[in-house]
């Protein structure tokens, strides 16, 4: 019996060593845990599912044999020390395989949590390696458009720098063309800078048309005169006359200013008046008095190279404040004074007119537009041009900027600018501005009412005769004149 037992316990011991080793066993178990997919059970998982299976049949054969062992041992009671310390040895190693069973147990609960983290872990990477894929697919699908439109670009890109090619042909060749362009043009500024240079005294000569100046018009008419028309120039002795008896009056002026020391002068009007020479005592043949047609009687005081002799008829301008006459003109007879004094009474008459209607109505100018440059009374001087019918506007220099300025100058026909009341560079930068119409801008050193509607006037008929016959025959003696700059 004991034999039996022995050898059973052998065998046992045998088939115990031959099975792997628990470290053996979880090592594989590790190892299957990467290898594992889906519900397939992997070569280690089927060995180690035979392992379990194999401790549960020894389990089962070694309680069937302790089961067999103890009945064995009640029908026998008396037993050998020998055979029951083996027995011992037997249980114990019984117990001992329990507790390695109850480990490997465990393990395998273990193992089968962990096998179960694996497959959630692996689920989760599957889902991933799905969305991966759908990804990839897209990205796929996504890199064979891209690469589709990268061909389209490309042949683009080739076409435009093919076309680029061109265009840098025509460009160098506008380049080329430009720069002679630009060549001419500075060929042609500068043959229009030594144009003007060379014309500007015959421009000074057309502005000078333009305007009617009195010197233009003399010398128009002394180009004019011939046998054929000096009839009708039989009014110049008058007009020599009226200029010397003007020019005896601010004379006479200045001496009484000098005299006053800056006080207000007598007013002194320089229109002549007619009589007759006397001399101031019969004894005295160099005092000589001047008796008008009134029968009043002033001193002469200036010297005159004239042969004079008593009663002889003259034209002098007086001084009623002192009783003083400047000598004018000396008549060869009585007739001539007559007409004269005839032609003075006639343009007194008509300028006494003149101030009488302005009066009580105003004359209304040719059409023209002005506009008004000062500081001062433009008031004033916008509402009186204003009720002449001329389109007027007036701003102040010193509030608006040159930009402002220049934008309204150029819709106006004349820039009145005043000099004591307008900036100092203003002048200069109207001048430059119009460079080719200077007599655009119209200068005034004085503010006085009277000489504005005078220029006012004037201009306003300059402008009206430019299309006018005699303008025309002015502008024939122009050309005729610009031979002699050429």
């Known amino acids: 019996m004991n034999q039996k037992m022995n050898q059973r316990f052998q065998e046992n011991q045998r088939k115990m060593q031959s099975k792997p080793s628990k470290a053996t066993l979880l090592q594989k178990v590790k190892e299957t845990k990467s290898l594992r997919s889906g519900t397939v059970q992997t070569p280690v998982e089927e060995s180690l599912q035979e392992t379990i299976e194999h401790y549960k049949n020894l389990y089962k054969n070694m309680k069937a044999e302790c089961e067999k062992l103890k009945k064995e041992q009640?029908?026998?009671?008396?037993?050998?020390?020998?055979?029951?310390?083996?027995?011992?040895?037997?249980?114990?190693?019984?117990?001992?395989?329990?507790?390695?069973?109850?480990?490997?147990?465990q393990d395998l609960t273990d193992e089968q949590k962990r096998r179960k983290e694996t497959e959630q872990l692996l689920s989760q990477w599957k889902k991933k390696y799905q969305e991966l894929e759908t990804d990839n697919n897209d990205l796929q699908i996504t890199h064979k458009?891209?690469?589709?439109?990268?061909?389209?670009?490309?042949?683009?890109?080739?076409?435009?720098?093919?076309?680029?090619?061109?265009?840098?042909?025509?460009?160098?060749?506008?380049?080329?063309?430009?720069?002679?362009?630009?060549?001419r043009v500075q060929a042609l500024e500068?043959?229009?800078k030594r144009a003007l240079l060379k014309n500007s005294d015959m421009q000074h000569y057309i502005n000078s048309i333009l305007q009617l100046r009195p010197e233009v018009i003399?010398?128009?008419?002394?180009?004019?005169?011939?046998?054929?028309?000096?009839?009708?120039?039989?009014?110049?002795p008058l007009l020599n006359r009226q200029v010397l008896t003007m020019?005896?009056?601010q004379k006479m002026k200045r001496a009484s200013v000098k005299k006053k020391e800056g006080k207000k002068a007598s007013e002194i009007t320089p229109i002549p008046m007619f009589g007759y020479i006397s001399l101031a005592e019969p004894e005295s043949a160099h005092k000589w008095r001047f008796v008008s047609i009134d029968n009043e009687s002033y001193e002469?005081?200036?010297?005159?190279?004239?042969?004079?002799?008593?009663?002889?008829?003259?034209?002098?301008?007086?001084?009623?404040?002192?009783?003083?006459?400047?000598?004018?003109?000396?008549?060869?007879?009585?007739?001539?004074?007559?007409?004269?004094?005839?032609?003075?009474?006639?343009?007194?008459?008509?300028?006494?007119?003149?101030?009488?209607?302005?009066?009580?109505?105003?004359?209304?100018?040719?059409?023209?537009?002005?506009?008004?440059l000062t500081a001062h009374q433009g008031v004033k001087y916008r509402d009186r041009l204003q009720k002449h019918g001329v389109e007027v506007e007036w701003m102040d220099p010193f509030e608006k900027n040159m930009s402002h300025i220049r934008a309204k100058a150029s819709s106006y026909d004349y820039v009145y600018l005043f000099i004591d009341h307008t900036p100092k560079a203003l002048k200069q930068q109207l001048m430059d501005e119009f460079a080719?119409?200077?007599?655009?801008i119209q200068i005034f050193y004085s503010g006085n009412i009277q000489t504005v509607l005078t220029r006012t006037r004037y201009l306003a008929l300059a402008k009206s005769m430019e299309n006018t016959p005699t303008f025309k025959r002015l502008e024939i003696t122009m050309k005729q004149k610009l031979t002699m700059f050429q």
């Open 74 to 105: 009640k029908n026998k009671p008396a037993q050998h020390s020998k055979q029951n310390k083996k027995e011992e040895i037997l249980q114990q190693e019984i117990e001992n395989k329990k507790q390695e069973v109850f480990l490997l147990r």
């Open 300 to 372: 002469i005081i200036n010297k005159t190279s004239y042969p004079v002799q008593e009663g002889m008829p003259i034209a002098a301008v007086v001084n009623e404040e002192n009783g003083t006459a400047m000598l004018t003109w000396v008549y060869g007879n009585v007739g001539e004074m007559k007409r004269d004094k005839e032609r003075e009474s006639l343009r007194e008459k008509r300028r006494q007119d003149v101030v009488k209607e302005e009066k009580t109505t105003y004359l209304q100018m040719e059409p023209v537009s002005v506009l008004l």
């Open 247 to 249: 020019s005896y009056a």
């Open 145 to 183: 458009k891209t690469s589709e439109h990268l061909k389209i670009i490309t042949s683009k890109i080739d076409s435009y720098r093919s076309r680029n090619e061109n265009f840098e042909q025509k460009r160098r060749k506008l380049s080329k063309s430009l720069k002679e362009m630009n060549e």
């Open 436 to 440: 080719d119409n200077q007599d655009k």
């Open 190 to 192: 500068n043959s229009k």
């Open 218 to 236: 003399i010398s128009y008419l002394y180009d004019e005169l011939s046998l054929n028309n000096y009839g009708n120039y039989s009014d110049i």
